[in-house]
Nanobody
Framework: QVQLVESGGGLVQAGGSLRLSCAAS????????MGWFRQAPGKERQFVAS????????HYADSVKGRFTISRDNAKNTVYLQMNSLKPEDTAVYYC???????????WGQGTQVTVSS
């Protein structure tokens, strides 16, 4: 089992920045990839960014490219999402997820609220 705990959400004005953290515990040695997703009210959960655990290869949704940066600290088993130039449409609950071999995002955190005011 892998446990994920997100933190760092909050209220910020448009144009501001936030950094989300996702701390992993448990069988972290089995994690192959981690990602961030978000879900706004009344909308489906959408992919935001991902990073592989071995070579730190990253991928981003088009809507956040150039504004968000995903990174990891293997020693702390933590993944970060640096969010700059935030827009009201970035308002959502942000979830951290982890993949283990043979599965795709099979572990999820509880989510952290990000609210961007205009």
């Amino acid at each position: 089992q892998v446990q994920l705990v997100e933190s760092g959400g909050g209220l910020v004005q448009a144009g501001g920045s936030l950094r989300l953290s996702c701390a992993a515990s448990g069988r972290t040695f089995s994690v192959s990839e981690m990602g961030w997703f978000r879900q706004a009210p009344g909308k489906e959960r959408q992919f935001v960014a991902s990073i592989t655990w071995t070579d730190s290869s990253t991928h981003y949704a088009d809507s956040v490219k150039g504004r968000f940066t995903i990174s990891r600290d293997n020693a702390k088993n933590t993944v970060y999402l640096q969010m700059n130039s935030l827009k009201p449409e970035d308002t959502a609950v942000y979830y951290c997820a982890a993949s283990t071999p043979g599965a795709r995002y099979n572990y999820w955190g509880q989510g952290t609220q990000v609210t961007v005011s205009s």
